[in-house]
């Protein structure tokens, strides 16, 4: 949740105070580096893990603030959207049961989570993306009402200036406009943290970043955003879209977003990642401090470096840097952020007990991990891993490229089992979390695979909303069972499932796939259009995907009627088209929708987003709602 007594970084003389705090802290960093002050030789490890709220028709629900006022548990805290819940586990050293102490806390969060939101009617989704999640869901009225949150979007948004657009290209393709940061709030992680010493940082550093594609393909499960199959875990490309507060020309200077990866190994020491970041990316948020970091480590107390932990914050490297302090003592920690929430939480410390082991693995068998690999590759393996899964090819140590699934099972499992074994983690705890890994590696059946697979399996039945529902119901259900992912039959369409949540308004059930002609075009490609695709309406759009008229069978039926069509005059769209058609939004409730339709006579509507065509409904599609309605509730059964 970050710092919440901060404001907008928009007055010169507090971003400048703010400033000169951040260089008097990132000094006071490397003296304590310098002085040895560090906890060192300790392997501590910790999570965060963070979660879906969804409603009876598993959908997004707005409800965190009840939900965490329900639970009053300190361990329990708010995200970015009000249908986002955040717990932060206790920390564990690296050593005999702390898995198996892991999954327990987990599974008490879990059950917590799920007793207190089921008093409001609502359940607990564990996804990196919730299926269901639609861009109405995406407005700063889901956004938790603080300082921080508020003061982060209008900083991003006035850094960008615009916004914020992107395209992902997967098995379909996604065109986002957005104007606020809400997006973010459609990612949600499994976040682990690694307590190293700081003697070894930039070597534990630098592991962390080649074993972190591997992780992530071994992991993902987030194909389905805004309704669209997209990267096996689309997180990775979404998060960097969504607080991109670069301009276009600094993009085309090729400055990096907030959200990255990386472009080069670290060196020599963790502040080499603090100062770049304070270089290379403008302060957004500003916070008081009356600390004095340099006199208080003169005088035997360690600063909390509040100035400099904010600003880390804000920068959102896919492996974080964390500085902390607990009696009296700084810590250093490695925060990788690439493993999406869920399938199980079996599932998830099966994910962490693989981090941990290829680190340790990797720390006792490599001397210097820059020796094998480049950083264009591993940069290159974590967004195959992103686009492809356990399906991604890797780039590997000495100029090697084979499958990730062939990489996890033949080299990386024995080199994490080995790590795992010379922290003395218990023998039986080892074979059961890197077994349901190894399993689930085997059988390539990742949460984004079944997903993808349910999906197919289900083909047309239904309306895309209700099978993105039946995906979700399926997913939480087996959630609930325990049983890891790898177990899991695929999602079916749910008959009997009460289907009135998915016909609300008509954005959930219009036709998107649309066939349009210009206002310059002939009236006989219209009719063309109208033939092939058996239609009775076809939209008139600009060049700008304005509409700005319909043409409909009736009206080419006067035109043949009037004996002017066939003939040498080539008369265009724009002669015959209703210019200014009855149009709907698509969060037009579909009721009213109707009566409309009714009482204005008309065979169908438009639907519109800001002058924009986004899809259609018409008198058919009404009737298919109206045959399954009434299927569901005149059957013998019902």
């Given at each position: 949740?970050?710092?919440q007594?901060v404001?907008?970084?928009?007055?010169?003389a507090?971003?400048?105070?703010?400033?000169?705090?951040?260089?008097?802290?990132?000094?006071?960093?490397?003296?304590?580096?310098?002085?040895?002050l560090?906890?060192t030789?300790?392997?501590?490890?910790?999570?965060e893990?963070?979660?879906?709220l969804?409603?009876?028709?598993h959908k997004?629900?707005t409800?965190?603030?009840?939900i965490?006022?329900?639970?009053?548990?300190?361990r329990f805290?708010?995200?970015?959207?009000?249908?986002?819940?955040e717990?932060?586990?206790?920390?564990h050293r690296?050593?005999?049961?702390?898995?198996?102490a892991m999954?327990?806390e987990?599974?008490?969060?879990?059950?917590?989570?799920?007793?207190?939101?089921?008093?409001?009617?609502?359940?607990?989704?564990?996804?990196?993306?919730l299926?269901?999640?639609?861009?109405?869901?995406?407005?700063?009225d889901?956004?938790?009402?603080?300082?921080?949150y508020h003061?982060?979007n209008?900083?991003i948004?006035?850094?960008?200036g615009?916004?914020?657009g992107?395209t992902?290209n997967g098995?379909?393709q996604?065109?986002?406009?957005h104007?606020?940061?809400?997006?973010?709030?459609?990612?949600?992680?499994?976040?682990?943290?690694?307590?190293v010493?700081?003697?070894?940082f930039a070597?534990n550093?630098?592991?962390?970043?080649?074993?972190?594609a591997?992780l992530?393909a071994?992991a993902?499960?987030?194909?389905?955003?805004l309704?669209?199959?997209l990267?096996?875990?689309?997180?990775?490309?979404?998060?960097e879209?969504?607080?991109?507060?670069?301009?276009?020309?600094q993009?085309e200077?090729?400055?990096?977003?907030?959200?990255?990866?990386?472009?080069?190994w670290l060196?020599?020491?963790?502040?080499?990642i603090?100062?770049?970041?304070i270089?290379?990316?403008?302060?957004?948020?500003?916070?008081?401090t009356?600390?004095d970091p340099l006199?208080?480590?003169?005088?035997g107390?360690?600063?909390?470096?509040?100035a400099?932990r904010?600003?880390?914050?804000?920068?959102?490297?896919?492996n974080?840097?964390?500085?902390?302090v607990?009696?009296?003592?700084?810590h250093l920690?490695i925060?990788?952020?690439?493993?999406?929430s869920?399938p199980?939480?079996?599932d998830?410390?099966a994910?962490?007990?693989?981090?941990?082991?290829?680190?340790?693995g990797?720390i006792?068998t490599?001397?210097?991990?820059?020796?094998l690999?480049?950083?264009?590759?591993?940069k290159?393996n974590f967004?195959?891993?992103?686009?492809?899964?356990?399906?991604?090819?890797?780039?590997w140590?000495?100029?090697?490229?084979?499958?990730?699934?062939?990489?996890v099972?033949?080299q990386?499992?024995p080199?994490?089992r080995?790590?795992l074994?010379d922290c003395?983690?218990?023998r039986s705890d080892?074979?059961?979390?890197?077994?349901?890994?190894?399993?689930?590696?085997?059988?390539?059946?990742?949460?984004?695979?079944?997903?993808?697979e349910?999906?197919g399996?289900?083909?047309d039945?239904?309306?895309?909303d209700?099978?993105?529902r039946?995906?979700?119901?399926s997913?939480?259900?087996?959630?609930s069972s325990?049983?890891?992912i790898?177990?899991w039959?695929l999602?079916?369409?749910c008959?009997?499932?009460d289907?009135?949540?998915?016909?609300?308004?008509?954005?959930?059930f219009?036709?998107q796939d649309?066939?349009?002609?210009?206002?310059?075009?002939?009236?006989?490609?219209a009719?063309?259009?109208?033939?092939?695709?058996?239609?009775?309406?076809?939209?008139?759009?600009?060049g700008e995907?304005r509409?700005?008229?319909?043409?409909?069978?009736?009206?080419?039926l006067?035109?043949?009627?009037?004996?002017r069509?066939?003939?040498?005059?080539k008369i265009t769209?724009?002669?015959i088209?209703?210019?200014?058609?009855?149009?709907?939004?698509?969060?037009?409730p579909?009721?009213?929708?109707?009566r409309s339709?009714?009482?204005?006579r008309l065979?169908?509507?438009?639907?519109v987003?800001?002058?924009?065509l986004?899809?259609?409904?018409?008198?058919?599609?009404?009737i298919?709602?109206?045959?399954r309605?009434?299927e569901?509730?005149l059957?013998?059964?019902a």
């Open positions: 949740m970050g710092e007594n404001k907008l970084n928009s007055d010169e507090a971003s400048q105070a703010f400033m000169r705090s951040l260089l008097v802290e990132v000094n006071a960093l490397e003296r304590m580096l310098e002085r040895g560090f906890e030789g300790v392997r501590r490890i910790g999570a893990q963070e979660m879906f969804i409603d009876r028709a997004p629900a409800r965190a603030l009840d965490l006022d329900a639970i009053d548990d300190p805290t708010h995200e970015l959207g009000l249908f986002n819940l717990a932060n586990l206790s920390p690296l050593e005999g049961n702390c898995f198996r999954e327990a987990l599974q008490e969060i879990y059950r917590m989570a799920r007793e207190s939101a089921g008093r409001f009617d609502c359940d607990i989704a564990l996804v990196g993306i299926p269901t999640l639609t861009k109405a869901n995406l407005g700063l889901s956004m938790v009402p603080t300082p921080r003061a982060l209008d900083a948004c006035a850094m960008r615009k916004e914020f992107f992902i098995i379909d996604l065109s986002v406009q104007d606020n940061v809400m997006l973010e709030a459609c990612n949600t992680s499994f976040q682990v943290h690694f307590q010493s700081p003697e070894n070597k550093y630098n592991i962390a970043q080649v074993i972190t591997p992530l071994a993902v499960n987030s194909p389905i955003l309704g669209k199959r990267w096996h875990e689309t997180r990775i490309a979404v998060f879209y969504s607080i991109d507060t670069r301009s276009d020309i993009q200077r090729g400055l990096k977003p907030r959200v990255h990866f990386g472009d080069h060196e020599e020491s963790v502040s080499e603090f100062k770049e970041d270089a290379r990316f403008r302060t957004v948020l500003t916070t008081e009356e600390e006199g208080m480590i003169e005088q107390v360690i600063p909390s470096l509040n400099l904010l600003h880390n914050g804000t920068v959102y490297r896919w974080r840097p964390c500085y902390g607990k009696d009296n003592v700084p920690r925060e990788n952020r690439v493993i999406p869920g199980t939480v079996l998830e410390v994910n962490a007990a693989f981090f941990y082991g290829m680190m340790v990797m006792n490599v001397d210097d991990v820059r020796d690999l480049t950083f264009a590759d591993v290159s967004l195959a891993a992103a686009r492809d899964g356990i399906r991604a090819q890797m780039n140590f000495d100029d090697t490229h084979l499958p990730a699934k062939e990489l099972l033949e990386l499992l080199m994490a080995e790590g074994e003395d983690i218990d080892i074979d059961h979390y890197l077994g349901v890994l190894e399993d689930r590696v085997t059988r390539r059946r990742t949460g984004a695979r079944w997903m993808l349910s999906l399996n289900m083909e039945q239904g309306t895309a209700q099978r993105l039946c995906l979700v119901s997913m939480v259900d087996q959630q325990g049983r890891p790898s177990e039959e999602a079916e369409y008959v009997e499932q289907w009135r949540d998915s016909y609300q308004t008509v954005g959930q219009m036709t649309l066939f349009t002609v210009r206002p310059d075009d002939i009236v006989d490609f009719a063309s259009l109208m033939d092939w695709r058996h239609v009775r309406h076809v939209p008139v759009e600009d995907g509409l700005i008229g319909l043409v409909s069978h009736r009206s080419l006067k035109l043949f009627a009037q004996g069509v066939g003939g040498e005059e769209v724009a002669t088209m209703d210019k200014e058609p009855r149009t709907v939004h698509p969060d037009t579909t009721v009213e929708a109707i339709m009714r009482e204005n065979a169908c509507l438009p639907v987003r800001e002058g924009k986004v899809g259609i409904v018409t008198e058919h599609d009404f298919k709602v109206a045959s309605l009434l569901t509730h059957s013998p059964e």
